[in-house]
């Protein structure tokens, strides 16, 4: 198995809650979907993940390198698209590019261009005036123009338009064929059933397997 990310004995917690002995293992090239109900703990498993503010205890490991040792590098290869992810509002997309290009040593301009393009976004406009769907298009033509490896997708799909869905998607699939993998969660169970390869639910605290039948997982969830 080609593991991308790996966690061992993991626990996350914010002031209220715990998700405890988290052990999963991700192979590269294919789509993870998250299910859970509101408040079960997605969202803070995946900040734990990828942001420095949202400690864990136990081990997280990005192509076998853990990720608290190797942050910086790390976090080169991870793209994270949701609403908490942290362009400047008051400044252009084309600023914020310009700015947090920096920090990834793999950022393409060239794909940069190319990928706005093609979805169309206005690179003049503050990241704060773009719509929800604006943003996550942004986010992640952002991702890919710096060669992301895994893209962790925290409710990214959630208000889109259906054709912004389909090109999204289509952009997944073929990163696939390069050895992208995606981590993601959706309440959409329609969606997560056609774009997703394995399902995991976190119900009572606990993070189940992650299977490759979601009728199966979501037994677990109803
Ligand atoms: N910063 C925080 N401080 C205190 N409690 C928090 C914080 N963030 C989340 N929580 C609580 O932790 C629990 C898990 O929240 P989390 O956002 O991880 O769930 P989720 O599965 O992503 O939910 P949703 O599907 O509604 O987005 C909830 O009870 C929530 O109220």
Do not use: C
Request: glycine letters at 6%; proline letters at 0%.
């Amino acid at each position: 198995m080609n593991k991308i990310l790996e966690l061992k004995n993991v626990t996350v917690k914010n002031k209220k809650f715990k998700l405890e002995n988290i052990n999963f293992a991700l192979e590269k090239g294919y789509v993870y979907g998250l299910v859970g109900k509101n408040g079960a703990g997605k969202s803070t498993l995946l900040k734990s993940i990828y942001f420095e503010n949202w400690p864990y205890k136990g081990d997280v490991l990005f192509s076998g390198f853990d990720i608290k040792k190797n942050r910086r590098s790390v976090i080169n290869k991870i793209g994270y698209i949701s609403e908490d992810f942290y362009f400047i509002d008051d400044r252009s997309m084309a600023e914020n590019a310009r700015l947090f290009s920096m920090a990834y040593s793999d950022f393409d301009k060239e794909i940069w261009e190319e990928m706005t393009k093609k979805l169309g976004i206005n690179l003049n406009t503050n990241y704060m005036d773009y719509s929800r769907g604006e943003k996550i298009k942004a986010q992640l033509a952002f991702a890919f123009a710096h060669k992301a490896e895994l893209l962790i997708m925290d409710e990214a799909s959630a208000g889109l338009d259906a054709v912004f869905k389909k090109e999204m998607y289509d952009l997944i699939r073929e990163g696939l064929v390069d050895g992208l993998t995606v981590l993601l969660t959706s309440h959409d169970y329609e969606e997560i059933k056609r774009n997703t390869d394995f399902f995991a639910v976190i119900k009572d605290r606990v993070l189940g397997e992650f299977k490759e039948n979601i009728e199966e997982a979501a037994n677990e969830y109803f």
